[in-house]
């Protein structure tokens, strides 16, 4: 079959209306049904195929053979049609086998001893937000908590100040954000405004980096300078590339999961009642959270070579999208894949990917959003939602960037 001659027309993936709207859950069934592998043409001129089943997810993901990462992980975010400018260089956008070789560098910054250090960090300052909230009788969380997670782990791993990374988790929010007009002016050409957001983001690590080439420590910048691969050394684009990508790799994923697991809790308060009577549901919550937010919607994959799937013939050069939140919709392997439930066992979903680039910030991912929930439940505060909550403009990151609560 051809992109010509699908049975589905008029969904666009790329209409950010339609998540701000909260209509793909629906748009997915619709595809996974009629449509698995589409052909999706945006309104923004990009043209790209959307897998949607777990199975054709899989398949890409573990497909590394005809699937490439250079193209980068936003469809449209590079000004080429070619390889991002980071392509080879920063981790999630570099093919074997020098990928292999950069994940063997930072891999021991994301340790379960980092981990277990994250962890103490995070509960530190949850336990502070939480304070300050029973104090003042409310919150955004989205502001006021969720963000705690990512700064905490920041100071581990990057061994920066609490101000310092909420600094740099205000520019990576600034960056994953940058089509919703609160945090940015909306107008020109996207893509410019993500290259000068980008810069703004190495401007940060250009300073430290220079500080801990005079006094190195045990953090990953220190790491990422002494390393060497292949025989040489990282250049300092390298340096910079790879400490973007932990930066915005964990700072809005983790934070963002939170957001949207409580307000998944909160609109189905049996559940949340369940984990609160019932702590050592702690671990399946967490994974069941992450299934339901798939906060990172897709990532992009380019067609090495031709290749078959489905009736559906992808050509060479094609732009590939793996859609985690359809595919961790899918009936086929999540019975009653449409129902919140923290029990839920087996739960493989897909939102940290799966083969090769599969999330090496997920033992730090599981132990801020274990902490955060833990937390939350033993506090015993009780929240109402006080006002709207509002979703970040993007199809790429399902993010929640408003979300009042008054303590009840
Ligand atoms: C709930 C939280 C998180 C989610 C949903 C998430 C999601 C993902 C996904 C889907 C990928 C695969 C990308 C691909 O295949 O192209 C990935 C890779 C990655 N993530 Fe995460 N992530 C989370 C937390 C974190 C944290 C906390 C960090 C760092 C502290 C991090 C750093 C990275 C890095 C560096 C990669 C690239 C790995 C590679 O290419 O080998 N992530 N993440």
């Not at 619709?30 to 899989?58: H, K």
């Not at 940060?204 to 080439?213: G, L, Q, T």
């Not at 973007?244 to 049996?270: F, K, Q, R």
């Amino acid at each position: 079959m051809s992109p010509q001659t699908q049975a589905v027309t008029g969904i666009d993936l790329t209409d950010l209306d339609l998540f701000a709207r909260g209509e793909h859950t629906a748009a997915f069934a619709t595809l996974r049904a009629e449509q698995p592998i589409y052909w999706n043409e945006g309104a923004d001129g990009s043209r790209f195929w959307a897998l949607t089943t777990y199975d054709d997810v899989m398949w890409a993901y573990r497909n590394h053979e005809n699937f490439s990462s250079g193209r980068g992980a936003i469809v449209g975010g590079s000004f080429r049609s070619e390889d991002d400018t980071s392509a080879g260089r920063m981790l999630v956008t570099t093919d074997l086998p020098r990928h292999r070789m950069l994940k063997q560098v930072i891999h021991p910054s994301m340790s379960p001893g980092v981990a277990k250090r994250v962890a103490k960090q995070v509960t530190e300052l949850v336990a502070k937000a939480l304070e300050r909230v029973r104090a003042t009788g409310g919150c955004d969380f989205s502001t006021d908590i969720a963000p705690e997670l990512p700064a905490g782990a920041l100071m581990v791993i990057m061994g920066i100040s609490h101000e310092e990374a909420h600094h740099l988790i205000g520019l990576t929010r600034r960056m994953v954000g940058y089509r919703d007009e609160i945090f940015v002016d909306t107008g020109g050409d996207a893509r410019l405004r993500l290259a000068w957001l980008q810069a703004e983001v190495f401007e940060f690590f250009s300073d430290i980096v220079a500080e801990r080439r005079r006094n190195p420590g045990d953090d990953l910048i220190s790491t990422l300078l002494e390393a060497e691969v292949n025989g040489r050394r990282l250049n300092e684009e390298e340096i910079f590339y790879n400490c973007m990508n932990v930066a915005v790799g964990g700072n809005e994923t983790s934070s963002y999961t939170a957001c949207t697991g409580l307000v998944a809790l909160m609109d189905h308060p049996e559940q949340y009642q369940r984990l609160r009577e019932t702590p050592q549901l702690l671990g399946s919550a967490v994974e069941e959270i992450l299934r339901w937010s798939s906060t990172n919607a897709y990532v992009q994959r380019a067609a090495k070579h031709d290749v078959t799937r489905g009736g559906i013939e992808i050509k060479a050069g094609d732009s590939v999208t793996l859609w985690n939140y359809s595919a961790n919709r899918d009936e086929a392997q999540f019975p009653d894949a449409h129902l919140f439930d923290i029990a839920r066992t087996p739960n493989r979903h897909l939102t940290y990917g799966s083969g090769l680039h599969r999330c090496i910030g997920a033992p730090i991912a599981q132990a801020e959003l274990a902490l955060v929930f833990e937390q939350i439940m033993a506090s015993g505060l009780t929240f109402k939602i006080a006002g709207e909550v509002r979703r970040l403009r993007s199809n790429f990151l399902l993010g929640i960037t408003r979300l009042p609560l008054e303590v009840v």
